[in-house]
T-cell receptor, first 113, second 113 residues
Framework: KAGVTQTPRYLIKTRGQQVTLSCSPISGHRSVSWYQQTPGQGLQFLFEYFSETQRNKGNFPGRFSGRQFSNSRSEMNVSTLELGDSALYLC????????????FGPGTRLTVL | AQTVTQSQPEMSVQEAETVTLSCTYDTSESNYYLFWYKQPPSRQMILVIRQEAYKQQNATENRFSVNFQKAAKSFSLKISDSQLGDTAMYFCAFMKPRSDMRFGAGTRLTVKP
């Protein structure tokens, strides 16, 4: 079974721009969660989608948004990028049964200049 | 709010020896899950071991085992017969059912030949 894939792997943007990151979960997994990883703040939860609905949301500003499609693929969007948005963005997928067993993708490294 | 604390930012161990990574957490919940994740330099997070709070028996996965002390809210990871491939960041994580995962700051483990 293929693992969680994320595209692109690396991204460089400038302040003020917007960016969209993509995550394809493991086949059969309906839950997709997004995390931001930075040296200063560590791993922080952004949001979780399950069956195209946002089920949980972390404490991030409204510039961070996401969605999930009917095939469970998920996208995360960050508008009006700030320097502090530079981070590794990880997505994780889980089944509806073993929702507590999350499988992580390799991440997208976003650099904001 | 649930918090996870890893008090050892860095540790090192000689190959073939045993090392224990510490983790404490704070929660008022009685039903939850605890995890140890490994993040090697390649960045992909890998689940090492998982413990359900309602299970008294400590989880074991090959060379990895945990010491789960529910009353003390402690969840340490023991790695036996350390191998060079165990070099990585190790994250302790807490999760309530159907909620987001909370991570500790991580412990950087170096296995020396």
């Amino acid at each position: 079974k293929a693992g969680v894939t994320q595209t692109p792997r690396y991204l460089i943007k400038t302040r003020g721009q917007q960016v969209t990151l993509s995550c394809s979960p493991i086949s059969g997994h309906r839950s997709v969660s997004w995390y931001q990883q930075t040296p200063g703040q560590g791993l922080q939860f952004l949001f979780e989608y399950f069956s195209e609905t946002q089920r949980n949301k972390g404490n991030f500003p409204g510039r961070f948004s996401g969605r999930q499609f009917s095939n469970s693929r998920s996208e995360m969007n960050v508008s009006t990028l700030e320097l502090g948005d530079s981070a590794l963005y990880l997505c994780a997928s889980a089944t509806s049964v073993s929702y507590n067993e999350q499988f992580f993708g390799p991440g997208t490294r976003l650099t904001v200049l | 709010a649930q918090t996870v604390t890893q008090s050892q930012p860095e540790m090192s161990v000689q190959e073939a020896e045993t090392v224990t990574l510490s983790c404490t957490y704070d929660t008022s919940e009685s039903n939850y899950y605890l995890f140890w994740y490994k993040q090697p330099p390649s960045r992909q997070m890998i689940l090492v071991i998982r413990q359900e709070a309602y299970k008294q028996q400590n989880a074991t996965e090959n060379r990895f085992s945990v010491n789960f002390q529910k009353a003390a809210k402690s969840f340490s990871l023991k790695i036996s017969d350390s191998q060079l491939g165990d070099t990585a960041m190790y994250f302790c994580a807490f999760m309530k059912p159907r909620s987001d995962m909370r991570f500790g700051a991580g412990t950087r483990l170096t296995v020396k030949p």
